[in-house]
């Protein structure tokens, strides 16, 4: 892919109830956008410079509840792109020499992210159906749903956030190995993305990237897995129905669980913890001039000493100063 930074270009629209929409690039003085790991909902952190509009504070136009979007193109001679669309959530005015107003705009997975309900979950429901039941009832369009068969069994929640029981029904995917999902909204509808499904042929090498780094640790390694039953007296031990050994040659650190139904239940909860606490926890990240068509998800190439494919976790893009600072995870086979 041959991209030029120095060509790239954003704009930002403002689109008030009336429909007549509002170019208001040249008074946009600060930017930045962010996708972070864990959080299904975009935000956009803007501040402008207070001026007048056709007779009238433009304060007045950008009041909360007012819908923005961000667009960028390659060069002149493309076409514009969405980057993101949300509805401004909080406002700041501020009254000084350089006085300005900040903006906290997120994108419409907000509402999901924030809201709390009791949610039954039925044992052959799976990943997808919950997902697409979630966003129907609060309102948001569904765009590229990729299909999880996974069910991850019967659950009731009782209180917890959408946002939270969509990213646990995630996590119990890739848990089980049934495949590794990102959520996140595009043009205004919510898409399930499989990590790494994207065609993305630009390598990150040291030419491009400003810095980068990498930790590894064993810390919080679980080297060994013991599962127990139930016990039918409060004064007995539990039945051992499951142990797996890992990287012993660590040490032996011992993480129990209780409660298993049989054996098999045994194995899968075993089997669970392994895969996320039984490896090496190794974090990427690296600095460079921002690429506006890298999203959340995407798989990328790094050609530095850990050379290699990654999963892009979280982004955090400075509009203003054209660079992002990514969060790696290496790319599973």
């Given at each position: 892919m041959d991209i030029s930074v120095q060509e790239i270009e954003y704009r930002y629209v403002l689109e008030p109830p009336d429909g007549k929409k509002i170019n208001i690039t040249n008074i946009v003085t600060a930017a930045s956008h962010e996708e972070m790991k864990e959080e299904i909902a975009a935000r956009l952190s803007l501040t402008v410079k207070q001026i007048k509009h056709e007779g009238d504070w433009i304060s007045k136009k950008l009041f909360l509840g007012s819908?923005?979007?961000?667009?960028?193109?390659?060069?002149?001679?493309?076409?514009?792109?969405?980057?993101?669309?949300?509805t401004n959530y909080r406002f700041t005015g501020k009254t000084s020499s350089d006085s300005g107003l900040d903006l906290t705009i997120y994108d419409n997975l907000y509402p999901m992210a924030q809201s709390e309900d009791q949610v039954k979950i039925n044992k052959s429901e799976t990943v997808s159906e919950t997902i697409s039941k979630l966003a129907k009832k609060w309102n948001v369009p569904l765009g590229d749903v990729a299909t999880i068969s996974y069910a991850p069994g019967a659950e009731l929640y009782r209180g917890d956030k959408i946002g939270y029981i969509i990213t646990e029904r995630l996590k119990k995917t890739r848990e089980r190995k049934r495949g590794n999902y990102q959520l996140r909204s595009s043009k205004g509808k919510i898409h399930v993305i499989e990590e790494g499904k994207n065609e993305f042929g630009f390598i990150f090498d040291r030419d491009f990237i400003d810095s980068a780094e990498q930790d590894h640790s064993i810390e919080n390694i679980v080297t060994r897995v013991k599962v127990f039953g139930n016990s039918d007296e409060d004064d007995q031990k539990a039945p051992v129905l499951h142990e797996v050994d890992g990287r012993t040659e660590f040490g032996i650190i011992q993480r129990v669980e209780f409660g298993a139904e049989d054996r098999a239940d045994a194995r899968e909860i075993a089997s669970e913890i392994m895969e996320e606490h039984g490896r090496v926890e190794e974090k990427y990240s690296f600095s460079s001039p921002d690429l506006p068509m890298l999203r959340k998800g995407d798989l990328v190439e790094v050609a530095l000493g850990w050379r290699g494919k990654y999963i892009v976790k979280s982004i955090s893009r400075n509009i203003a100063q054209m660079s992002m600072n990514i969060d790696l995870e290496r790319a599973r086979s």
């Open positions: 819908q923005l979007r961000v667009e960028y193109r390659l060069n002149e001679t493309e076409n514009w792109e969405e980057l993101f669309r949300g």
